[in-house]
């Protein structure tokens, strides 16, 4: 039997939350009995990078929200993070390694979450907010038990 | 996240603990800056990330500016023992290219001393 499971979210586009909207999908994933404790982490990254990049970018003003999506379809894990602030003038710029206009910051975090995501899928309209798709497939072999637990 | 700092010489050690995001990276450049400030002498930091639970591109970030601030006086940031998941977002990012890891903190020290 196919397993479908999906848990949505809504919280403050702050940089508390961070840390939070990663344990909370790696909780969810982790219901995926195939998903490396690698992928487990990987996934963890990729969400990080995609709620940071909505905390840092997507409000001139606090008070905006975050609204975090995660769904298991059988072995197929997707986390959709959007907002409704700003959003993108130029999504394909915006992906470019090391677009920034900050001296402190890296600029790769959407060359990290292609990287480590089996899909990714951007859209926005401007004014209107960002849209952030993720796909993530089990690739490695069923954890081992003990590990699992931890 | 917290962190532990001691500057011997010329060279400031900084051990980081737990996590590094956007909301303690803040923090993290803070102790640093701050130790750069304090010690003008200090030309190299060696960076110990082996108890860094996790670290995204907002941690990466602050690293490279350090990195950029020592470097425009001719000094460097050296990793040491990176954690593996540290390691991989390193060489992910594309910084392990820039920035020298090293296993141990005693070839760390070799490096930035120049043994």
Redo the contacts between chains.
């Keep these: 039997m196919t397993m479908k499971n999906y848990v949505s979210l809504e919280f403050p586009a702050i940089?508390?939350n961070?840390?939070f909207a990663?344990v909370a999908v790696a909780c969810f994933a982790s219901q995926i009995d195939s998903f490396t404790l690698?992928e487990i982490?990987d996934i963890?990254?990729v969400v990080?990078?995609a709620v940071?990049n909505t905390?840092?970018h997507s409000y001139s003003v606090s008070g905006g929200i975050i609204r975090l999506s995660v769904m298991r379809d059988g072995g197929t894990l997707t986390v959709t993070v959007e907002d409704f602030g700003k959003g993108i003038e130029d999504v394909d710029q915006a992906k470019e390694?090391a677009f920034t206009t900050?001296?402190?910051?890296?600029?790769?975090?959407f060359?990290?979450m292609e990287?480590?995501s089996d899909e990714l899928r951007v859209s926005s309209v401007p004014g209107e907010g960002v849209k952030v798709e993720i796909k993530k497939i089990p690739h490695g072999t069923a954890k081992d038990s003990d590990e699992q637990e931890v | 996240m917290k962190t532990e700092v001691r500057v011997i010489g010329r060279v400031l050690i900084v051990h980081i603990r737990g996590e590094l995001d956007l909301n303690t990276a803040p923090s993290f450049r803070s102790v640093v800056e701050q130790q750069l400030d304090a010690n003008p002498d200090v030309t190299n930091i060696l960076l110990v990330m082996s108890d860094v639970d996790f670290i995204d591109s907002s941690g990466l970030g602050v690293i490279l500016g350090r990195y950029k601030r020592l470097r425009s006086h001719g000094g460097n940031v050296i990793v040491v023992a990176p954690s593996p998941q540290a390691r991989k977002v390193l060489e992910l990012s594309g910084l392990a290219g820039i920035i020298p890891i090293c296993d141990t903190e005693d070839e760390a020290w070799a490096k930035s001393v120049g043994v």
């Design positions: 940089a508390e961070v840390e990663r690698e982490d963890k990254l990080s990078e940071s905390v840092l390694p900050d001296p402190d910051r890296m600029g790769m975090g060359t990290i990287a480590l």
